[in-house]
Every structure is written in structure tokens, then in C-alpha cells.
């Protein structure tokens, strides 16, 4: 599996991609487990308690993994994980040209004013 950090959660981890090859089943897993590795601050951004953070994308292969089943999200070996934060003041266009990039590996040149968390 490829997981790729962006923005301030790719500050807090310090890389851009790793591949991950601990079995791993579901995404709440895995956010538990990238938390052991990248710390207290990584876990306030990736979750809320048992759930997915608000302050997080999470994409699977181009889709949010929200719209797939949150942190139960089953995931695959071969499956591409996005790790994101979410923007604050953007448009819904803004959102949708942020998951598109992110889906392609391409940078984002709309990009709203603030982040919803420093």
C-alpha cells in the first residue's frame, strides 16, 4: 500500500510517501497504527476519538473515504491512501479540485485562503 501525506500532515511526518506493508484491514486501523508512528499530533489531525478527524481528507484510490465507510473502510495492498488536510473557506469547486489532484498526484493551484487547523 502507498500512503502519501500532504500539506501540514506531511510537515508532522516529515516524508512525502511511504509503502506500507504491515497487514492492515480497515482505515481506522491504519490511522491507529500511522498515529504510533508519527505521534499525538498526527492523531489529532487523522482522528476523533474512534472516528475520522474533521479536519482530514482521507482518499482511497481517488475516493473520500467518508462517502466509503470512514474509518471502517476496508483497505487492499494495492490501494493508494491520501492523507490531507481539509480546507477552511473554499468552495464546493475548490473541494473538488483538491480531491481530483490528489487522485492524479498533481499539485493544486486553487486553494483556499485558510487551513481549518495550524
Do not use: C
Not at 501525506?5 to 508532522?12: C, E, G, P, Y
Not at 506493508?21 to 505521534?39: F, V
Not at 472516528?51 to 490501494?79: C, F, W
Amino acid at each position: 500500500m502507498v500512503i502519501r501525506f500532504f500539506a501540514s500532515i506531511r510537515t508532522i511526518t516529515g516524508v512525502k510517501e511511504i509503502e506500507w506493508s504491515e497487514p492492515t484491514l480497515t482505515l481506522g486501523e491504519l490511522l491507529r497504527l500511522l498515529s504510533d508512528r508519527y505521534g499525538p499530533e498526527f492523531r489529532r489531525w487523522a482522528l476523533d476519538g474512534e472516528v475520522l478527524g474533521n479536519s482530514v481528507m482521507v482518499v482511497i484510490n481517488g475516493d473520500d473515504a467518508r462517502h466509503r465507510g470512514g474509518v471502517e473502510t476496508r483497505l487492499a495492498s494495492t490501494d493508494v491512501v491520501s492523507i490531507l488536510p481539509i480546507m477552511a473557506g473554499g468552495t464546493l469547486r475548490a473541494v473538488s479540485s483538491q480531491q481530483s489532484a490528489v487522485s492524479k498526484n498533481t499539485t493544486v493551484h486553487e486553494a483556499p485562503p485558510s487551513f481549518s487547523k495550524l
